[in-house]
């Protein structure tokens, strides 16, 4: 079992690393399985094709680094609306991070590609708004709330990670975004 996730997380690996320098379209079986060090035959043995590779590898990749941070966060704050706004700062950071990732996903309209992590990113922001909601006692159905604030939040984020790669003022960039987390960390915790 140890060599397959050790297999998986190299093919997970060349395919992010791919997307770094190209578009998702451009990128072939053949090139995400040489990177990997790894026979097309042996893709094929684990995923039925590329996207259903992009599927996986950004569940991980989301969970494994947000999980991360979240974790962290909550062992060391105790304080909800700052856990809501470190959460909220983790997220912006992480999708600036992966920022050219996320913009090779796309190609001349076509988007499959992009809703197949941006599913993986909505289905580990719920799973974060629901212990959010458990650990403050909310009486609010979760799924409303994840719909109503992932949709803001991720157009944001891409927004935010297009400002820090084009503009010069980074710093002014990321002083923004941390005022609008802590307004969006205040408002969240007054509904409660």
């Known amino acids: 079992m140890r060599d397959n996730t050790k297999t ?10 791919l997307l770094e320098k190209k578009n998702y379209r451009d ?6 399985a040489a990177l990997a060090n790894k026979t097309k035959m042996t893709f094929y043995h684990y995923y ?5 590779l992009l599927a996986i590898a950004s569940i991980n990749l989301i969970n494994t680094e947000f999980d991360a941070e979240y974790y962290k966060i909550v062992s060391e704050v105790t304080n909800l609306e700052e856990i809501e706004y470190l959460s909220l700062i983790a997220t912006y950071d992480m999708i600036a991070k992966h920022y050219n990732q996320i913009s090779n996903l796309t190609y001349k309209g076509e988007t499959l590609p ?3 992590f941006k599913r993986a990113l909505f289905d580990n922001y ?4 629901t212990e959010l909601i458990r650990i403050g006692g909310y009486d609010v159905p979760s799924d409303y709330i994840s719909i109503f ?7 944001t984020c891409l927004y935010y990670a297009q400002q820090l790669k084009n503009k010069k003022n980074k710093k002014k960039v990321k002083e923004d975004i941390r005022k609008l987390c802590r307004l969006l960390a205040k408002a969240i915790v007054l509904v409660k």
Not at 8 to 17: G, I, R
């Open 48 to 52: 039925k094709d590329k996207d259903a």
């Open 114 to 116: 992009l809703q197949i």
């Open 126 to 129: 719920c799973r974060y708004i």
């Open 149 to 155: 604030c992932f949709e803001g939040l991720y157009g």
């Open 27 to 32: 990128i072939t079986i053949n090139e995400i």
């Open 8 to 17: 998986t997380k190299e093919f997970e690996k060349a395919l992010f690393a």
